[in-house]
């Protein structure tokens, strides 16, 4: 496809997929409003109608709980029936802080909205209309970044803590094996419940049954103590510091400081929570044996020994010290050399790596985004055209899907990407790329 095809189709795809006021990320398989998605959507909003961004933001942030967090669904339909687990299953008015309405899940997901804000910022800040936008949603996404803080960082070490795959954004990536195998799974107190997933997408291509029963099992959990309660952190056999959470944060609070400084708002707290988490992201989070970044697990309290994307998105957040970046970017050329496409989001090397199932394997149109930028940010302009060119490549080959095969030898046979087609956030990246960078 030719780079004019590529953009009509990734702005007819964000039309398809717009539902008046947010973008669901795939009809039928995603068919709400999602957190981190919802972020990245707006990049290619911003490309084409950006007063959709607003609205996207405003739709997002009128789901946002008194505690700060931002579900990560926003259940604008109760009508819908395609997805579980929906709103029913959540019953989020367990915390008396979340609202009324738009009924919410009651965990988040990766923290992207403060740097997205900027993005927009940079691009818009001559219309007075952004500038006021962005006043009056800087102290909702800042209070965001203060419900990591106070809920999930108990110990004040500048960490904070995810207790569910879904809030990871890599819901079956091999790191949390070992945490959801701590589970006992007993069928006879555990919710019946029917995937609504597998109906809709290749069964191969997403999560198992038994990983799905352990995504229930956390759930229940997080609705025992009200999904803010510090019975979680007591009692959940998953507790880990997660690479990726943890990177958008710092991103997102460097973004959110940088805002604030031009706007002339209060960045106060924002500096100190900053301070904490570079040093403690740096120092707790890295393996020299590995020469990557690990997700640590409170629980066994040890690092999670895998290369995995998260510990590439340093690189964006810029947490990274030259060295640690330099030996990310090393390890991306080796990738790269070997013939595969970057970035594959789990290790290729181990036994666990699964080229085709959602997050052991697949390359992912948004974490490409991200690296790309990191990578520019360190000088690392060659590998940065790489990780682009690699996502122009197989999506204008195998179309607008969710995530790609991650070995070139078998993606040449293939005619499509994995899991849903005519996906919001790769049709918003490839747009940003194109049109802002390309
Ligand atoms: C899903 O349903 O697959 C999502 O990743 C969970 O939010």
Redesign the pocket.
Same mark, same amino acid.
């Given at each position: 496809m030719q780079k004019r095809e590529l953009v009509n189709e990734a702005i007819d795809t964000l039309k398809l997929n717009w539902r008046d006021g947010f973008t669901v990320p795939k009809n039928k398989?995603?068919p709400f409003q999602?957190n981190w998605d919802s972020g990245f959507t707006c990049l290619g909003h911003a490309c084409f109608e950006p007063q959709w961004a607003m609205r996207e933001l405003t739709s997002l942030f009128s789901g946002q709980w008194a505690n700060g967090m931002i579900p990560?669904?926003i259940f604008h339909s109760e009508t819908e029936s395609t $997805?579980? !687990?929906n709103h029913d299953f959540w019953q989020a008015e367990v915390n008396p802080g979340a609202p009324p309405k738009p009924k919410t899940?009651g965990i988040s997901?990766p923290p992207v909205h403060g740097f997205i804000l900027e993005v927009l910022f940079n691009k818009f800040s001559d219309d007075p209309n952004w500038v006021a936008f962005v006043k009056a949603i800087f102290p909702k996404v800042l209070h965001s970044h203060r419900y990591f803080y106070t809920y999930r960082d108990p110990k004040s070490e500048g960490l904070a803590f995810l207790y569910h795959p879904?809030e990871s954004?890599r %819901?079956n990536s091999p790191i949390w094996d070992e945490s959801i195998a701590r589970i006992e799974i007993d069928k006879a107190t555990l919710p019946p419940y029917t995937r609504k %997933?597998t109906q809709l997408a290749n069964q191969e291509e997403? !999560?198992t049954s038994d990983q799905y029963d352990r $995504?229930v099992y956390l759930l229940e959990l997080g609705k025992k103590h009200q999904y803010d309660g510090p019975g979680i952190f007591e009692e959940s056999p998953m507790l880990v510091q997660d690479t990726l959470i943890n990177a958008i944060l710092i991103q997102s609070n460097q973004s959110l400081i940088r805002i604030g400084e031009r706007l002339g708002l209060d960045t106060g707290e924002l500096k100190e929570w900053q301070a904490q988490s570079t040093s403690a992201y740096r120092e707790k989070l890295w393996n020299e044996d590995l020469a990557t970044f690990t997700c640590y697990d409170l629980r066994s309290q040890a690092q999670i020994e895998h290369k995995e994307i998260g510990g590439l998105t340093a690189l964006s957040a810029e947490v990274a010290s030259a060295d640690q970046a330099k030996k990310l970017n090393d390890y991306l050329q080796n990738l790269h050399d070997r013939g595969y496409y970057l970035c594959p989001s789990f290790d290729v090397d181990s036994p666990l790596f699964d080229s085709k199932r $959602?997050w052991r394997g697949p390359i992912w149109p948004q974490m490409n985004w991200l690296i790309y930028r990191g990578l520019k940010a360190y000088g690392f302009q060659d590998t940065a055209e790489i990780v682009k060119n690699d996502l122009l490549e197989l999506v204008s080959r195998l179309g607008f899907y969710e995530y790609f095969e991650a070995q070139k030898s078998v993606a040449a046979h293939l005619e499509n990407g994995y899991g849903g087609g005519q996906f919001s956030w790769t049709s918003a990246c490839v747009l940003d790329l194109l049109m802002v960078d390309g």
């Amino acid at each position: 496809m030719q780079k004019r095809e590529l953009v009509n189709e990734a702005i007819d795809t964000l039309k398809l997929n717009w539902r008046d006021g947010f973008t669901v990320p795939k009809n039928k398989l995603y068919p709400f409003q999602w957190n981190w998605d919802s972020g990245f959507t707006c990049l290619g909003h911003a490309c084409f109608e950006p007063q959709w961004a607003m609205r996207e933001l405003t739709s997002l942030f009128s789901g946002q709980w008194a505690n700060g967090m931002i579900p990560h669904i926003i259940f604008h339909s109760e009508t819908e029936s395609t $997805y579980f !687990p929906n709103h029913d299953f959540w019953q989020a008015e367990v915390n008396p802080g979340a609202p009324p309405k738009p009924k919410t899940s009651g965990i988040s997901q990766p923290p992207v909205h403060g740097f997205i804000l900027e993005v927009l910022f940079n691009k818009f800040s001559d219309d007075p209309n952004w500038v006021a936008f962005v006043k009056a949603i800087f102290p909702k996404v800042l209070h965001s970044h203060r419900y990591f803080y106070t809920y999930r960082d108990p110990k004040s070490e500048g960490l904070a803590f995810l207790y569910h795959p879904w809030e990871s954004g890599r %819901d079956n990536s091999p790191i949390w094996d070992e945490s959801i195998a701590r589970i006992e799974i007993d069928k006879a107190t555990l919710p019946p419940y029917t995937r609504k %997933d597998t109906q809709l997408a290749n069964q191969e291509e997403r !999560p198992t049954s038994d990983q799905y029963d352990r $995504y229930v099992y956390l759930l229940e959990l997080g609705k025992k103590h009200q999904y803010d309660g510090p019975g979680i952190f007591e009692e959940s056999p998953m507790l880990v510091q997660d690479t990726l959470i943890n990177a958008i944060l710092i991103q997102s609070n460097q973004s959110l400081i940088r805002i604030g400084e031009r706007l002339g708002l209060d960045t106060g707290e924002l500096k100190e929570w900053q301070a904490q988490s570079t040093s403690a992201y740096r120092e707790k989070l890295w393996n020299e044996d590995l020469a990557t970044f690990t997700c640590y697990d409170l629980r066994s309290q040890a690092q999670i020994e895998h290369k995995e994307i998260g510990g590439l998105t340093a690189l964006s957040a810029e947490v990274a010290s030259a060295d640690q970046a330099k030996k990310l970017n090393d390890y991306l050329q080796n990738l790269h050399d070997r013939g595969y496409y970057l970035c594959p989001s789990f290790d290729v090397d181990s036994p666990l790596f699964d080229s085709k199932r $959602y997050w052991r394997g697949p390359i992912w149109p948004q974490m490409n985004w991200l690296i790309y930028r990191g990578l520019k940010a360190y000088g690392f302009q060659d590998t940065a055209e790489i990780v682009k060119n690699d996502l122009l490549e197989l999506v204008s080959r195998l179309g607008f899907y969710e995530y790609f095969e991650a070995q070139k030898s078998v993606a040449a046979h293939l005619e499509n990407g994995y899991g849903g087609g005519q996906f919001s956030w790769t049709s918003a990246c490839v747009l940003d790329l194109l049109m802002v960078d390309g």
